[in-house]
Nanobody, 125 residues
Framework: QVQLVESGGGLVQAGGSLRLSCAAS????????MGWFRQAPGKEREFVAA????????YLRISVKGRFAISRDNAKDTVYLQMNSLKAEDTGVYYC??????????????????WGQGTQVTVSS
């Protein structure tokens, strides 16, 4: 079982930037795809970004393309989400997730079997 710990959330003004980190432990990090999801109050958890095991393939929600970037450092067992030009609608709890295998298969939540506790991102307008 993998343990995931997110950090880097906070309060930022619209147009600002945040960088989320997710440190993994408990299994071989480099073998698995990683993802970021978010959940706003009263809404379902939604996909934000994913990255395959090697970092060569990335996937982004359409609404964050050009503003967010996902990356990973397999030497540090860490995945990142760089968020620029933040908007009020980006507000929510952001969750890191570990994949069931090395690739993202476009199945959203069901592609991931382990979850972090979440970190709050609040964008003020």
């Amino acid at each position: 079982q993998v343990q995931l710990v997110e950090s880097g959330g906070g309060l930022v003004q619209a147009g600002g930037s945040l960088r989320l980190s997710c440190a993994a432990s408990g299994r071989t990090f480099r073998n698995y795809a990683m993802g970021w999801f978010r959940q706003a109050p009263g809404k379902e958890r939604e996909f934000v970004a994913a990255i395959n095991w090697s970092g060569t393939n990335v996937y982004l929600r359409i609404s964050v393309k050009g503003r967010f970037a996902i990356s990973r450092d397999n030497a540090k067992d860490t995945v990142y989400l760089q968020m620029n030009s933040l908007k009020a609608e980006d507000t929510g709890v952001y969750y890191c997730a570990a994949g069931n295998n090395g690739t993202y298969n476009y199945k959203g939540l069901s592609d991931f079997g382990s979850w972090g506790q979440g970190t709050q991102v609040t964008v003020s307008s």
